[in-house]
C-alpha cells in the first residue's frame, strides 16, 4: 500500500509513532471521519485509527468497559493516546463510531444493509446493548416474519436504495443471534435462483462476496423442504372455492345468477398457479398468481374472479406460515419464542 510510504504526507493521513511512543514504528492512518482532538484512546483496525474517548465507549458497550477496567500494562501510546488494535474491519468500527457520535447517523429511513449489518455485528460482539435493540427491528422490517410487514409500504420506504442482498440478512441471523429474519432472507434466496434465469437456475446468491457454507447448506435445505411443503399447502386448501366442482376437465362457475354464461376454471389454470408457488417463478408472496390478464382469457365472471382472488389470499397465508419450517424452525411463535431467548441471553439478563 502507497499508505505505508515512509514519506512526507498530509497531516490528515498516515503517521508514524511520536518520539514519546513506546513502540517502534507504530503507523496508523488518521480516520479523516473520527479523530477527535480530545480524544484519549485510539482504536485501531487494518491500520486505520479512530481517535476517540474512553469514557464514551464504557458509557456503551459492556466489552469495552470491562477491557478498560482490566486495562494493559503493555499498551502502545500514540500521540499520548492509549492505542487499542482490533482486529474488526474498519468499516464496521467506523460505522458503530458514527452512530455513536453522529446523532442523526443511524436513524436514516433507508439506511444500507452494510452500515445495519456492521451496527449488528460490533452491537453483538461488544455488548453495545442499545444497538442490538434498535437494529434488530430495522432488520425485521427488512426481513420480516409477517406477511402483512413484507407487503408494507413501511418495508417499502425502508428498503435501501442500494440492493438488499439477502444473502447478509441470513448470514446476520445466523452469526448474531438474530434466527427470527432467517426464513424471509432464505425466501429471498430462494426466488433468486428461479427468476430471471430464462430456464436456467441461477445460483441463490449474487457473486460479490462468498456466503458461509453454513449459509449455503442452509439454502439448499429451504429450496428442497419447500417443493415438500408446498404438497401440504395445496393438499389443506383442497375444495376451496373456485376449485369445487370439476366436471369434464373444468370447474364449473358456481354463480348461480349467470349460470351458462360463464365457461368457469380450465383444468390447467390450478396447474398453473400451482407450478408458479412450487417453482417461484415470481414472487407469490407479492404478486398476482393468476394475473388479471390470464383469468381476461379464460373469458371467467366476476364471481369467479373474486373466488380466484380470495384463494390467492388464502394460498399466501398457507405460503407465509411454512417459511419458518422450510427454514428448519417449526412455527412463526416458536422462532418469536427463540428470539426472545437469544435476545435476553446477550442482554446478560
Ligand atoms: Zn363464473
Known amino acids: 500500500m502507497s ?24 503507523a496508523i492512518k488518521k480516520s479523516r471521519d473520527l479523530w477527535l482532538h480530545d480524544g484519549n484512546i485510539i482504536l485501531v483496525c487494518e491500520s486505520t485509527g479512530f481517535r476517540v474517548h474512553q469514557s464514551v465507549l464504557t458509557l456503551h458497550s459492556l466489552v469495552f468497559k470491562d477491557m478498560f477496567a482490566v486495562g494493559n500494562p ?49 452491537a453483538t460482539k461488544y455488548m453495545f446493548s442499545s444497538f442490538r ?21 413501511e418495508r417499502f420506504n425502508r428498503t435501501p436504495v442500494a440492493k438488499l442482498d439477502p444473502k447478509v440478512g441470513i448470514e446476520l441471523g445466523l452469526t448474531c443471534g438474530v434466527p427470527i429474519i432467517i426464513p424471509a432472507a432464505l425466501y429471498m434466496c430462494a426466488l433468486r435462483t428461479f427468476m430471471g434465469g430464462k430456464g436456467r437456475l441461477l ?23 419447500w417443493s415438500d ?4 399447502v395445496f393438499s389443506s386448501l383442497e375444495g376451496e372455492a373456485p376449485w369445487e366442482t370439476l366436471e369434464v376437465g373444468y370447474w364449473k362457475c358456481l ?30 408472496l407479492k404478486r398476482d398468481i393468476m394475473s388479471a390478464d390470464t383469468m381476461e382469457e379464460y373469458g371467467i365472471c366476476s364471481f369467479c374472479k373474486a373466488g380466484v382472488l380470495a384463494y390467492q389470499g388464502e394460498l399466501r397465508k398457507k405460503i407465509w406460515d411454512i417459511l419458518p419450517k422450510a427454514a428448519g ?7 418469536r419464542t427463540e428470539q426472545r431467548r437469544q435476545d435476553a441471553l446477550r442482554e446478560g439478563s
Not at 498530509?10 to 513506546?22: K, V
Not at 411443503?229 to 401440504?232: A, P
Not at 424452525?329 to 422462532?335: G, I, Q, R, T
Open 3 to 26: 499508505d505505508q510510504r515512509p514519506i512526507k504526507r498530509p497531516r490528515d493521513d498516515l503517521e508514524q509513532g511520536s518520539a514519546s511512543s513506546r513502540s517502534t514504528q507504530l
Open 74 to 122: 503493555d499498551e502502545d501510546k500514540f500521540e499520548d493516546c492509549t492505542v487499542v488494535t482490533l482486529p474488526d474491519a474498519a468499516d464496521d468500527i467506523l460505522h458503530v463510531l458514527k452512530a455513536l457520535y453522529f446523532r442523526d447517523y443511524a436513524n436514516e429511513d433507508r439506511l444500507d444493509l452494510e452500515v445495519l449489518a456492521s451496527l449488528l455485528r460490533m
Open 133 to 153: 435493540k434498535e437494529i434488530i427491528p430495522r432488520l425485521q422490517i427488512l426481513f420480516p416474519d409477517t406477511h402483512d410487514t413484507y407487503i408494507s409500504l
Open 203 to 225: 445460483s441463490p446468491f449474487d457473486n460479490t462476496t462468498s456466503p458461509s457454507h453454513v449459509a449455503q447448506i442452509r439454502c439448499l435445505r429451504f429450496m428442497s423442504n
Open 229 to 232: 411443503l408446498m404438497d401440504d
Open 255 to 284: 354463480n348461480s345468477k349467470d349460470a351458462g354464461e360463464c365457461p368457469g376454471l380450465p383444468l390447467e389454470a390450478k396447474r398453473e398457479m400451482e407450478t408458479k408457488c412450487r417453482r417461484l417463478t415470481t414472487n407469490v
Open 329 to 335: 424452525y417449526s412455527d412463526w411463535d416458536a422462532l
